[in-house]
T-cell receptor, first 115, second 115 residues
Framework: KNQVEQSPQSLIILEGKNCTLQ??????????LRWYKQDTGRGPVSLTI?????NTKSNGRYTATLDADTKQSSLHITASQLSDSASYIC??????????????FGTGTRLQVTL | DGGITQSPKYLFRKEGQNVTLSCEQN?????MYWYRQDPGQGLRLIYY???????QKGDIAEGYSVSREKKESFPLTVTSAQKNPTAFYLC??????????????FGPGTRLTVT
């Protein structure tokens, strides 16, 4: 069964500090992996998308890494801001789709940035 | 403004009543999706439509119904047969369907509470 596991489940950091969120997946064969940011009570917004051939991708203070061999990805947030407080969701897409439910969503890491 | 709109943001219903959630997009996307989000769980696919007048069941379609009469609109009806309807419902769209592995853009969500 395809699974995506994220850790930690929740995280509290001080403003200005860095943090790294983890995503492990069992989806195979693998097409791409995305990180979404979801503010409370809002829809998810895409941060990065990486194919199996990409190792790293940045979007401002967000940097995602991917190790397709170990089926692990991480999202690193640099110099955190209060507005980074949100849930971060890892989503994995298999190589072949065409039937229902082919995106596998992680349960998310809830990040809180405090003063 | 291009995007996906969902209405209403909050919806309250009595048990036994059917309720319809609205989803509209002006992105000219072919595919649209409905997900359900519950605390501590990843998003789960309810229904999806890859083209007008066609839709497919997702992982948890029981107790739900949809229609796709127009490209821009994909309403979801939560029927009285849905045993646990209280949840956060997210609509999404993508340029192509699941086989295209394209990015999905999410609406702001509707929080449904059934008492």
């Amino acid at each position: 069964k395809n699974q995506v596991e994220q850790s930690p489940q929740s995280l509290i950091i001080l403003e200005g500090k860095n943090c790294t969120l983890q995503c492990n997946y069992t989806v195979s064969p693998f097409s791409n992996l995305r990180w979404y940011k979801q503010d409370t009570g809002r829809g998810p917004v895409s941060l990065t998308i990486m194919t199996f051939s990409e190792n790293t991708k940045s979007n401002g203070r967000y940097t995602a890494t991917l190790d397709a061999d170990t089926k692990q990805s991480s999202l690193h947030i640099t110099a955190s801001q209060l507005s980074d407080s949100a849930s971060y969701i890892c989503v994995v897409s298999p190589l072949r789709t065409g039937t229902a439910s082919k995106l596998t969503f992680g349960t998310g890491t809830r990040l809180q940035v405090t003063l | 403004d291009g995007g996906i709109t969902q209405s209403p943001k909050y919806l309250f219903r009595k048990e036994g009543q059917n309720v319809t959630l609205s989803c509209e997009q002006n992105l000219n996307h072919d595919a649209m999706y409905w997900y359900r989000q519950d605390p501590g769980q990843g998003l789960r696919l309810i229904y999806y439509s890859q083209i007008v007048n066609d839709f497919q069941k997702g992982d948890i379609a029981e107790g739900y119904s949809v229609s796709r009469e127009k490209k821009e609109s994909f309403p979801l009806t939560v029927t009285s047969a849905q045993k646990n309807p209280t949840a956060f419902y997210l609509c999404a769209s993508s340029i192509r369907g699941l086989a295209g592995n394209g990015e999905q853009y999410f609406g702001p969500g509707t929080r449904l509470t059934v008492t």
